[in-house]
């Protein structure tokens, strides 16, 4: 399995405090995701890097900021958590395009948040 | 953008071959790939298609067609163990990956 844990698993906190999720890899990998869960929407990608401080948003950014001050971290931040930010959410890395195909996502096990 | 369909749910009997198809919208294509989640778990990568044409990987098979923006996974020999969700997926430049909603599959004995 690629080396990939989120922290925390599980977190409850109230709406307008401050949330930092993490994703921490031990594959050298060049690119990490975050990804939300929640039902009818399939995975919906939040922000994503392509490097060491550099990154980009994704489809549902609004909220969420990210930084990457190293290749093995990718930190996810809420900064005024909502109701709406109630969610699952994945991490993922990837080698990238790799001899001609596409190296596959693999994901972190997930962090629960709720937001009361 | 990009954008990807799927049927939400699909149900099937064990045993029996059953596809889940994805048609999408990308601004330039690399790709469709296919990951499997299982209710409280994490998704897992299960075929990439680069080019037309099947892919085949055990029980299952995966095919696409770069003409009419479609691609399908087939999964033969159902067993019970295959109810989960089933997401396609196409990268972007830079590696963007956009999935689309998931396909549910039940099987049924």
């Known amino acids: 399995d690629a080396g990939i844990t989120q922290s925390p698993r599980h977190k409850v906190t109230e709406t307008g405090t401050p949330v930092t999720l993490r994703c921490h890899q031990t594959?050298?990998?060049?690119?990490m995701y975050w990804y939300r869960q929640d039902p009818g929407h399939g995975l919906r990608l939040i922000h994503y890097?392509?490097?060491?401080?550099?990154?980009d948003k994704g489809e549902v950014s609004d909220g969420y900021s990210v930084s990457r001050s190293k290749t093995e971290d990718f930190l996810l931040t809420l900064e005024s958590a909502t109701s709406s930010q109630t969610s699952v959410y994945f991490c993922?890395?990837?080698?990238?395009?790799?001899?001609?195909?596409?190296?596959?996502?693999?994901f972190g096990n997930g962090t629960r948040l709720t937001v009361t | 953008g990009q954008s990807l369909e799927q049927p939400s749910e699909v149900t099937a009997v064990e045993g029996a071959i059953v596809q889940i198809n994805c048609t999408y919208q990308t601004s330039g294509f690399y790709g469709l790939s296919w990951y499997q989640q299982h209710d409280g778990g994490a998704p897992t990568f299960l075929s990439y298609n680069g080019l037309d044409g099947l892919e085949e990987t055990g029980r299952f098979s995966s095919f696409l067609s770069r003409s009419d923006s479609y691609g399908y996974l087939l999964l033969q020999e159902l067993q019970m163990k295959d109810s989960a969700s089933y997401f396609c997926?196409?990268?972007?430049?830079?590696?963007?990956?956009?999935f689309g909603t998931g396909t549910k599959l039940q099987v049924i004995p």
């Open positions: 890097s392509y490097g060491v401080k550099d990154t």
């Open positions: 997926a196409v990268p972007g430049g830079y590696q963007k990956v956009t």
């Open positions: 594959e050298n990998h060049r690119y």
């Open positions: 993922a890395i990837s080698g990238g395009h790799l001899g001609g195909s596409n190296s596959p996502l693999h």
